[in-house]
């Protein structure tokens, strides 16, 4: 069956450094993979999409690689700031018209 | 836009009462989504809708949950007879088209306990 994970459930950093966080999967190809970011008590929030044909995406501080072959996404947050502390999910998705598939999700904790 | 609307914010019931939780998409979305999410399993979807039509139910957990959308504004998904596992957090969802390369607005959950 498909299986998406992400790499911990926790990461604790400090600011100003790059927060990597790691979505892999097995059983699926996906065409599309998406990261939303989610706060305590409330729903999730996208951020970013990356196409399987596209190795890398950048949105301000944020940077998202995509490898197919290796079948895992990589998800920087640079520089970081204490307001980037929250759960972050990846969510795959393909061209036949089915849902999202989400991760679990990793809580990212920035310390001053 | 108001964004996705859900309600109530926060359901508290007995086992075996029925629940009724209620969605209003962003207008002019044509897809709706069910989310439940616990600590255990993630989010799961639970049932998708595009056009008001269900296109993909097979996360409906049994029987006991059903889902309508009536119109393009308004959905509900309904527990009868709720149990204490049922116990998570719902969320609605809305996108423009139900594929993978669109963005879904999420509304802000229905945090549901069942005693």
């Known amino acids: 069956s498909q299986k998406i994970e992400q790499n911990s459930e926790a990461l604790n950093i400090q600011e100003g450094k790059t927060a990597t966080l790691t979505c892999n999967y097995t059983n699926y190809s996906p065409a599309y993979l998406q990261w939303y970011r989610q706060d305590p008590g409330r729903g999730p929030v996208f951020l970013l999409l990356?196409?399987?044909?596209?190795k890398e995406k950048r949105k301000e501080r944020l940077k998202v690689t995509f490898d197919t072959t290796l079948k895992q996404s990589l998800f920087h947050i640079t520089a970081s700031q204490p307001a980037d502390s929250a759960t972050y999910l990846c969510?795959?998705?393909?061209?036949?018209?089915?849902?999202?598939?989400f991760g679990k999700g990793t809580t990212l904790s920035v310390s001053s | 836009d108001a964004g996705v609307i859900q309600s109530p914010r926060h359901e508290v019931t007995e086992m075996g009462q029925e629940v009724t939780l209620r969605c209003k998409p962003i207008?002019?979305?044509?897809?709706l989504f069910w989310y439940r999410q616990t600590m255990m399993r993630g989010l799961e979807l639970l049932i998708y809708?595009?056009?008001?039509?269900?296109?993909?139910d097979s996360g409906m957990p049994e029987d006991r949950f059903s889902a309508k959308m009536p119109n393009a504004s308004f959905s509900t998904l309904k527990i009868q007879p709720s149990e204490p596992r049922d116990s998570a957090v719902y969320f609605c969802?809305?996108?423009?088209?139900?594929?993978?390369?669109?963005?879904?607005?999420f509304g802000p959950g229905t945090r549901l306990t069942v005693l």
């Open positions: 809708f595009n056009n008001n039509v269900p296109i993909d």
């Open positions: 969802a809305s996108s423009l088209g139900g594929t993978g390369r669109r963005e879904q607005f």
């Open positions: 990356i196409r399987e044909n596209e």
């Open positions: 207008s002019g979305h044509n897809s």
């Open positions: 969510a795959l998705g393909n061209q036949a018209g089915t849902a999202l598939i």
